[in-house]
């Protein structure tokens, strides 16, 4: 009974540690579902929905060599995704990163 109690409580110090570590890492990852405003060579400015206060604002958002561009299903280079202007757009950041520098960047594909 001993044992049977000993190895309960070293499972459930175990899965609370995996619990905590999963969640913290996910809490990392920002993604925003938004409209483009401006882009250029080092960024692209997006319209979304604050959660809190329900109201539209732009966030500024940086890319750089390890930013993954997707245009449907397909990896492409920035040059070749052709982000446009009132065009939708999901990004995703590290929150940690204070320079808001993009993951990834998921665009519909062309039509």
Do not use: W
């Amino acid at each position: 009974m001993r044992t049977n109690a000993r190895l309960l409580g070293t499972i459930l110090v175990a899965f609370a540690l995996v619990a905590t570590g999963v969640s913290a890492n996910a809490a990392h990852d920002v993604t925003y579902k938004g409209t483009v405003v401006a882009v250029d060579a080092q960024s692209i400015k997006v319209s979304v929905i604050n959660d809190k206060t329900k109201k539209p604002e732009t966030i500024t958002t940086y890319h750089d060599k390890e930013t993954k561009f997707l245009r449907g299903d397909k990896l492409v280079s920035f040059a070749d995704a052709k982000i446009r202007v009132k065009e939708r757009i999901t990004v995703t950041y590290n929150n940690d990163d204070d320079a808001n520098v993009l993951n990834v960047v998921r665009l519909d594909p062309f039509k």
